[in-house]
């Protein structure tokens, strides 16, 4: 009888979370229930996920609205009428059309119409009438036995009780973007919409027997058959299952060969395993589908980099999918798939953000509509967010909502009551589901039509997109491919074109064991001259891989896990990098443990090295290793089975003599470390990437840094790209309006900044200057200019401050003189022959001043930065201060040294006290580090950009020098320009 539930998956509308809805239902000894969500089938088979668990007979709906205006609800009769329904739905939310009045037919549906909607004599035979309870006297003149089998008991459950009823309100009232008081009646359901009790339904519809006779006979009638656990996704590449088989075989074997040569047995006895696991969990098509991608990509062009646990396989390596091998690397192939694994595979491919939306085109051209979609998800309401939306709702003034979100659900408001209603609706919001989105690179092929599991939509990205998120994807078999994008692929694949284009050079980025050999490059890391180059560019990191002399692939591997936040944290960053330093007096617990750990000298660094040691220490086989593993990091469930693993280490130990109190304090390391553990193969595909930046970096510096500019840099702002630049020895010109780009482009060793950094600059308009000196070549002048171009004067002012014409000649302000008489002229009439427009005159100006540091304030206004040095435009003397590159000679001792803001890192002490880590340059370019204690942090806060004095003492950590600064002022660039009484400014410091 409850054939028209909505969860909170009816955003904005309905408040009751899914499992909530289907326990209340059992706890009224409900025994079939309906899922009906407006407009929406998101949560559908979370939903049946908790009828079954709770012995309840699901059914599947949707109801269907224009708005506010109810048009019907449609239930499904079996999976074909929920491939109907979503099909139904995701035409509607695609095309954004309104529901038809009249429901079409739609294959084994039911449709309920409500009371009063369409006659009764009219329905077809899989329509019915759904009446509520209050509607029962409108049936007073109907002979309802009559038309029985067309009427059914329709108690509509949108909220739990009175409390969420007035939340359901405060959401209409969000989503309309109205003042609660300004509500209109029919956009808030009524107050009825709730669990009525099942013999109390009875009871009012005691004189209506038929009717709740008819409604338990359609609720029997839809039956879904469904098993959670199946594979789902697209099950063959080729014809059969023998062809996938047959296929994936010869491209390994053909791929062991360029990646290991002919007769290499120990690859080969790893691939055969491999491939014998693939096909009994029956992932060949998976793997296949994977390398076409990959494939395409190639033939494209386009750079990548396959990264995640699919980084563990042998066959992912030989098929090109990616660049890790993992023979070299003792990689477990257990950790990506295996007979004990319920969860899918899981292959991260990364593009370049500029390659991605066409790779994606590719997969929905080749696996087509029906069977592809982007994987979903559901954006949750967040506090500020709903702070917002409540004070909006409420009609409070931006100064009393910006209060409240200085410290949201803290600040003391007294007792006004809108305030109150704020926090306890805000409260009851927190999390609750907000609107629809798109997973960050998930991309499902299923099978059968991707309607038969769930419904799409069709966001601005132009893609059909499932209402399904991952989660719910992997329980009902639905296995994804993670299409990501970086822009340090971007980084790659531009330097490669940049330099092909100003060296004629083809290079063979994918050849990264020879980068990894090269003295040049090892020179490089070792020094970290890492700047733009991915992962490996942060203060963090750069501290990192000085601390630890990096120079190789097997310590940039442990880099790029020991700094993740979990790891680091747990203090075995520390841990690790003390043991590097002293490694004789490591202790390792067994000699077990000193063969398996003596690469990460003792520290299990690794997700593989907890499958390592309760394979090697314990004897457990790498598929019950892995599974321990998982356990250990809260992603397994089943204690049952935990429980007989757990045991079967412990006897394995015994069994092969090791001591009960090593054997404890192993279990314990693992259980300790498996949480905060990050991938080996995972690691190993950031150090790849890391080798191939580095590489081009090391042999064609300007052209990479160009490259990742153009590609909007990486961990810093642009200027500090810029600043590297320039360190290359190329000469950085301003935009030019005859030689600059969209985007700066470099020829030989002249670089032109491209105009997409100048700010107010009117996009499409500058793009229309450029088709215009490509048509029609270069501009002569500025007059040239203006007649050809046309420009709106702030435009024009524009381009003559940042030096677009510098060419010319001419200073700044004679053309900004010049402009304003040129733009009043008349030559502006497109209709006006060239013929008989008047020649250029030869203006006469006055002399006018001109400051060095003009130029500067211009570029620092209009791009952001000074393209010279800040150093050189800063009136103070610098001559004081103390160089980054005598810091070692100083140790422990009190110093003042000047620096430019890079960036800032803040963090919170184990007191909950902020402090805060800088990095500056200095006037040679050389990074400075600083450490900000609570103290000095209160006392010398931060005030945004620019030079800072900075006082402290050196400090060293293995090997590693910085500042602890104890005084700290911001200077401006005029520091010592006298002020009117002609006296200078005050002393520094009083220090």
């Known amino acids: 009888m409850y054939l028209n539930c909505k969860s909170w998956f009816s955003l904005r509308y309905g408040t009751i979370r899914t499992d909530e809805l289907v326990a209340t239902a059992k706890a009224h000894g409900i025994t079939s229930l309906a899922l009906t969500n407006i407009n929406a089938t998101t949560d559908a088979w979370m939903f049946v996920q908790e009828c079954m668990q709770h012995d309840i007979k699901p059914i599947l709906g949707l109801e269907c609205r224009n708005g506010a205006a109810f048009r019907y609800i449609l239930l499904a009769r079996n999976m074909d009428g929920w491939l109907s329904i979503n099909r139904f739905l995701s035409r509607h939310l695609q095309s954004e059309e309104p529901f038809p009045e009249q429901a079409p037919f739609l294959p084994e549906t039911f449709v309920i119409y409500a009371c009063g909607a369409r006659p009764l004599h009219s329905l077809a035979e899989n329509e019915l009438i759904g009446i509520r309870p209050r509607e029962l006297n409108r049936l007073f003149r109907t002979d309802t036995r009559r038309y029985a089998d067309k009427l059914v008991v329709l108690q509509p459950i949108s909220f739990q009780n009175e409390e969420s009823q007035r939340l359901h309100r405060v959401l209409r009232a969000v989503d309309n973007n109205l003042l609660i008081s300004q509500l209109p009646p029919e956009e808030v359901a009524g107050i009825d919409e709730c669990f009525i009790p099942p013999f109390q339904l009875l009871e009012l519809f005691k004189e209506q027997p038929h009717i709740v006779r008819n409604t338990l006979r359609v609720m029997e009638e839809c039956q879904l058959h469904f098993t959670f656990g199946q594979h789902l996704n697209k099950k063959r590449f080729t014809h059969s299952r023998e062809g996938d088989r047959e296929l994936l075989r010869d491209l390994a074997y053909e791929g062991m060969e360029y990646r290991y040569g002919i007769g290499n047995a120990e690859a080969k006895q790893r691939i055969d395993k491999e491939l014998l696991i693939i096909d009994q969990q029956d992932f060949n098509a998976y793997f296949l589908i994977t390398w076409d991608i990959v494939r395409y990509a190639r033939h494209r062009d386009f750079f990548h980099v396959g990264r995640g646990s699919g980084a563990n396989s042998i066959i992912a390596y030989c098929l090109g999918i990616t660049n890790v091998d993992p023979i070299a690397l003792d990689l477990y192939f257990e950790r990506f798939l295996n007979p ?94 907000n609107h629809l989105s798109i997973h960050a690179g998930g991309i499902l092929i299923s099978e059968a039509p991707i309607h038969q599991h769930c419904a799409t939509h069709l966001p601005p990205k132009g893609l059909c997109t499932a209402q399904l998120d991952m989660h719910l994807a992997e329980a009902i078999g639905l296995h994804k491919f993670d299409i990501l994008s970086q822009r340090g692929l971007g980084h790659i694949r531009d330097s490669l074109d940049i330099i092909k284009e100003n060296h004629g050079l083809d290079l063979d980025i994918h050849d990264v064991k020879s980068f990894m050999e090269d003295p040049k490059v090892k020179d490089a890391l070792r020094n970290v001259q890492t700047i733009g180059c991915f992962y490996i560019e942060s203060p963090a990191m750069r501290q990192l891989l000085r601390k630890l002399r990096c120079d190789d692939y097997i310590t940039l591997v442990a880099a790029s896990s020991i700094i993740r936040p979990g790891v680091a944290q747990a203090g075995m960053m520390r841990q690790y990098v003390l043991n590097f330093h002293q490694p004789d007096k490591v202790e390792y617990l067994h000699p077990v443990m000193k063969t398996l750990l003596g690469e990460t000298y003792g520290v299990m660094v690794y997700q593989e090295d907890v499958i390592k040691v309760a394979h090697h220490y314990a004897n457990l086989d790498l598929a019950d290793a892995d599974t321990l593993r998982r356990a250990m990091a809260g992603k397994y469930r089943g204690q049952q089975n935990f429980e007989k693993i757990k045991n079967l280490f412990f006897d394995n ?82 935009p030019c309006v005859n030689r600059s780009d969209y985007y700066t482009n470099i020829k030989k060793n002249e670089v032109h900044v491209g105009f997409i950094h100048v700010e107010k600059l009117e996009q499409a308009w500058i793009e229309s200057v450029l088709d215009d000196r490509k048509a029609n070549g270069y501009f002569l002048n500025m007059e040239d200019f203006v007649n050809r171009t046309q420009p709106h004067p702030a435009q024009l002012e524009i381009l003559i401050r940042i030096g677009a014409f510098h060419f010319t000649k001419e200073t700044k302000k004679n053309l900004l003189w010049k402009s304003a008489a040129l733009l009043r002229r008349d030559t502006n009439d497109p209709s006006k022959p060239g013929l008989f427009r008047e020649p250029s005159r030869n203006w006469t100006l006055p002399t006018l001043s001109y400051h060095d540091h003009e130029d500067a304030f211009d570029e620092i206004e209009l791009l952001g930065f000074p393209l010279t040095s800040p150093f050189g435009v800063l009136q103070h003397d610098q001559r004081k201060y103390m160089p980054v590159a005598d810091l070692e000679r100083h140790l422990g001792k009190n110093v003042s040294m000047l620096g430019y803001l890079v960036t800032l890192k803040h963090v919170y002490t184990v007191k909950q006290e902020a402090m805060c880590f800088g990095t500056f340059l200095d006037r040679d370019g050389d990074f400075l580090d600083t450490v900000h204690f609570p103290d000095s942090l209160r006392r010398y806060p931060f005030m945004k950009g620019g030079f800072y004095i900075l006082e402290g003492k050196v400090i060293e950590e293995f090997g590693v020098y910085s500042l602890d600064v104890h005084y700290m002022r911001k200077i401006g660039y005029f520091e010592d320009k006298a002020k009117e009484t002609g006296t200078l400014r005050a002393p520094l410091s009083t220090a």
């Open 340 to 433: 004990h694994r319920s969860s899918p595979p899981d292959f991260d491919i990364d593009f370049s953000w500029r390659d991605r939306d066409e790779i994606f085109d590719y997969i929905f051209n080749k696996y087509t509509t029906e069977h592809t979609a982007l994987l979903g998800t559901v954006a949750t309401f967040q506090t500020n967010a709903i702070v917002r939306e409540l004070g909006k709702v409420y009609g409070l003034p931006k100064g009393e909502i910006d209060k409240i979100l200085e410290n949201p659900y803290q600040v003391k408001l007294g007792e006004d009551n809108v305030h109150q209603r704020i926090i306890r609706y805000g409260r009851m919001l927190d999390r609750f589901p």
């Open 653 to 734: 130990c015994e069994k092969l003599g090791r001591p009960r109190a090593v054997s404890d304090e192993v279990w314990r390391q693992i259980a300790s470390f498996a949480n905060f553990s990050f991938s080996k193969a995972h690691s190993a595909s950031f150090a790849v990437e890391s080798y191939q930046s580095l590489y081009l970096k090391t042999y064609f510096p300007a052209e990479f840094m160009v490259a990742v500019i153009n590609n909007f840099g990486g961990f810093y702002n642009r200027e500090l790209y810029f600043r590297e630049l320039k360190k290359t020895g190329v000469n950085i010109n301003p």
